[in-house]
T-cell receptor, first 115, second 112 residues
Framework: DTGVSQDPRHKITKRGQNVTFRCDPI?????LYWYRQTLGQGPEFLTY????????KSRLLSDRFSAERPKGSFSTLEIQRTEQGDSAMYLC?????????????FGPGTRLTVL | QQQVKQSPQSLIVQKGGISIINCAYE??????FPWYQQFPGKGPALLIA?????SEKKEGRFTISFNKSAKQFSLHIMDSQPGDSATYFC???????????FGTGTRLKVLA
């Protein structure tokens, strides 16, 4: 257990429904990343927060995806009008921040299945 | 080009053997190269990482070899154990962004 928690761990939804996932970072980690991982692939970068500011967003991310990190603590990732292609593991990772790169700690992920 | 190419896709090694996983990249803006281990149902966990000004880094049974001119780096797992059976990902950090680009993963199985 890295200390990064994600909720829910599993989500099954019907196509067209909206879903929201939550990530609680390690306390005082000011960097937070969201990734998507499909079967047999590596994590794919979705978006990055430094404290409450969303500083980077993948161009692959459609307008149906939105993420927030109010007050720089927990973060939510919402997918609107889900499609079957959204079925994947959604991973959150956090790091302490500071100068340059630092160690990312991943949560256990939320597995989304869109029927 | 923001890809990181990883090989092999899968690997079977006898207990006590050496596991070797390779990655290659094109973009010279990558400036940090971590390796992650992932067990089923878990998120990836950092194993070891290297910067391009170093040619080798060793931590316990895990060694990264880095060849800057060839734009290649590899993970060596010495004395491989059944508990090392997992999926391994290389990654690269794109300088000037906040992006880590991951390889496609190598599924390692260590036979007892």
């Amino acid at each position: 257990d890295t200390g990064v928690s994600q909720d829910p761990r599993h989500k099954i939804t019907k196509r067209g429904q909206n879903v929201t996932f939550r990530c609680d970072p390690i306390s005082e980690h000011n960097r937070l990343y969201w990734y998507r991982q499909t079967l047999g692939q590596g994590p794919e970068f979705l978006t990055y927060f430094q404290n409450e500011a969303q500083l980077e967003k993948s161009r692959l991310l459609s307008d149906r995806f939105s993420a927030e990190r109010p007050k720089g603590s927990f973060s939510t990732l919402e997918i609107q009008r889900t499609e079957q292609g959204d079925s994947a593991m959604y991973l959150c990772a956090t790091s302490p921040g500071g100068r340059g790169t630092d160690t990312q700690y991943f949560g256990p992920g939320t597995r989304l299945t869109v029927l | 080009q923001q890809q990181v190419k990883q090989s092999p896709q899968s690997l079977i090694v006898q207990k006590g053997g050496i596991s070797i996983i390779n990655c290659a990249y094109e973009n010279t803006a990558f400036d940090y190269f971590p390796w992650y281990q992932q067990f089923p149902g878990k998120g990836p966990a950092l194993l070891i990482a290297i910067r391009p000004d170093v040619s080798e880094k060793k931590e316990g049974r895990f060694t990264i070899s880095f060849n800057k001119s060839a734009k290649q780096f590899s993970l060596h797992i010495m004395d491989s154990q059944p508990g090392d059976s997992a999926t391994y990902f290389c990654a690269a950090y794109l300088s000037g962004t906040y992006k880590y680009i991951f390889g496609t993963g190598t599924r390692l199985k260590v036979l007892a």
